[in-house]
């Protein structure tokens, strides 16, 4: 691009020199009163060097597009990540609802609800803590109804839940079996209902999750308000007279 631009400016330059001598000599012929036959070939000249510095130019001129075609659509590379507007995002209740499924707690993330992880979070660490201190006296309190009905003498693992100076005697041997065998039914069944209220904070957190999502998406107009208005309303009598099948009441309505 650069030599051509070169070229076409030497050839420029050449003709506007063969011009101006051509017109210098011509003024030459004019004021030496030169003969009519040497103006007529000094004008073909002229004409000649016109021409093929046109047809020079013609061949170097570069052809410029009259019209750009703007495309009307863009197209954006898969590679490159578009920023999410998050003041528009809405959460997708089914989504929501099998995160929390498969992770406790996953629904509140997904939901950018972060305040209630502590609450979903605690109610699994509570219940697996009172889940595993019932099941652990569970056993030892089995263990030490089992030491003192079998009448062994090297097991005697009941004396650890005797208070300071306290023996067990063949006079007070039966209210500790009935205090034992009560101790341990106790604790089983506080063990498994802390299992059941693991599964209904898990189960809670399952039904927050898709109810919260449920609710970001529900239109809750602005205009909240009561509206009492009269009525007439139809009693369902088929008679001729208009004020006998219908009656005038109060109407309630609630906009949100």
């Known amino acids: 691009m650069k030599e051509k631009i070169l070229t076409s400016a030497r050839i420029l330059f050449v003709a506007l020199l063969l011009i101006a001598g051509a017109v210098e000599s011509s003024a030459q012929v004019e004021t030496d009163t030169v003969p009519k036959v040497q103006k007529d070939s000094l004008a073909i000249q002229i004409e000649q060097t016109l021409s093929q510095l046109a047809d020079t130019a013609q061949q170097m001129s570069i052809e410029i597009p009259t019209e750009i075609e703007v495309p009307t659509k863009i197209e954006i590379p898969a590679d490159v990540e578009m920023l999410k507007d998050w003041s528009q995002w809405r959460p997708d209740p089914k989504r929501a609802l099998w995160l929390a499924l498969v992770i406790p707690g996953g629904g509140q993330i997904y939901n950018r609800k972060y305040w209630k992880l502590?609450?979903?979070?605690?109610?699994?660490?509570?219940?697996?803590?009172?889940?595993?201190?019932?099941?652990?006296?569970?056993?030892?309190?089995s263990q030490a109804y089992l030491d003192i009905m079998d009448n062994d003498p090297n097991t005697q693992s009941y004396n650890q839940f005797l208070h300071l100076?306290?023996?067990?005697?063949?006079?007070?041997?039966?209210?500790?079996?009935?205090?034992?065998?009560?101790?341990?039914?106790?604790?089983?069944?506080?063990?498994d209902m802390s299992f059941f209220v693991m599964v209904g904070v898990y189960a809670l957190s399952v039904i927050d999750a898709y109810v919260d999502a449920e609710l970001s998406v529900f239109d809750i107009s602005k205009d909240l308000s009561l509206r009492v208005e009269p009525t007439i309303m139809n009693n369902g009598n088929a008679s001729a007279n208009p004020l006998n099948s219908s009656s005038v009441g109060l109407q309630c309505s609630l906009n949100f």
């Open 165 to 191: 100076g306290m023996q067990i005697t063949p006079a007070n041997e039966a209210r500790y079996k009935d205090i034992f065998k009560k101790r341990k039914d106790r604790f089983r069944r506080w063990r």
């Open 118 to 141: 502590p609450i979903v979070y605690g109610g699994f660490i509570g219940c697996l803590y009172a889940m595993n201190w019932n099941n652990t006296l569970y056993k030892d309190y």
